[in-house]
């Protein structure tokens, strides 16, 4: 089992930044893709962006320039540096670990940009 435990999110002004970041604790194997999924009211749960215990980093096409995910292995950490927040990146984001078949996901924070 891996537990995943979130922080950041709230409330910011569009074209503010927040940061999220999540601690992975539990049976932890070396490879491993640390990610963020978020989920609008009414939208299918989408990845955003995804980082492998090599660093190699995934994003999706509306946050590439805005976003930026980092990890730290010694830490079991993931985080996601969002800038230049709009209107649509308000959704409740889920911090996901992935290690072959297996996939767990955190309790999600909401992220909410008004404009």
């Known amino acids: 089992q891996v537990q995943l435990v979130e922080s950041g999110g709230g409330l910011v002004q569009a074209g503010g930044s927040l940061r999220l970041s999540c601690a992975a604790s539990g049976s932890i194997f070396t490879f491993n893709t640390m990610g963020w999924y978020r989920q609008a009211p009414g939208k299918q749960r989408e990845l955003v962006a995804s980082?492998?215990?090599?660093?190699?980093?995934n994003y999706v096409d509306a946050v590439k320039g805005r976003f930026t995910i980092s990890r730290d292995n010694a830490k079991n950490t993931v985080s996601l540096q969002m800038n230049n927040l709009n209107a649509e990146d308000t959704a409740v984001y889920y911090c996901?670990?992935?290690?072959?078949?297996?996939?767990?996901w955190g309790q999600g924070t909401q992220v909410t940009v008004s404009s």
């Open positions: 980082i492998n215990s090599g660093g190699m980093t």
């Open positions: 996901n670990f992935r290690s072959g078949y297996r996939s767990y």
